[in-house]
């Protein structure tokens, strides 16, 4: 059974960090891409980032570019996506989900909340 099991969300304050990790159980990252997304209350949900895990290509999207940064330990089965300089805009369920290919994704985490305050 595929697990994908989120943490590090938490309560933050405007202009601080997190590191959120998204570790996985009963596949390997290999030749999959993992990617993170996002839906704050009312929303859609957002795709914030994804890594290959073949070459290490990564994608972000505008609204946290430069503030976001997603990385992998292939030896820990586990992804990061170190989240700086958050913003309220931010406050979101995070997940994490992994497939064959962006926009293909097999299986989802439950996420991790995170809440920015000011």
């Known amino acids: 059974e595929v697990q994908l099991v989120e943490s590090g969300g938490g309560l933050v304050q405007a202009g601080g960090s997190l590191r959120l990790s998204c570790a996985a159980s009963g596949l390997t990252f290999d030749d999959h891409v993992i990617g993170w997304f996002r839906q704050a209350p009312g929303k859609e949900r957002e795709r914030v980032s994804y890594?290959?895990?073949?070459?290490?290509?990564?994608w972000y999207a505008d609204s946290v570019k430069g503030r976001f940064t997603i990385s992998g330990d292939n030896a820990k089965n586990t992804i990061y996506l170190q989240m700086n300089t958050l913003k309220l805009e931010d406050t979101a369920v995070y997940y994490c989900?992994?497939?064959?290919?962006?926009?293909?994704?097999?299986?989802w985490g439950k996420g991790t909340l995170v809440t920015v305050s000011s």
């Open positions: 890594i290959s895990s073949s070459d290490g290509r990564s």
């Open positions: 989900a992994v497939g064959p290919a962006p926009g293909s994704w097999d299986y």
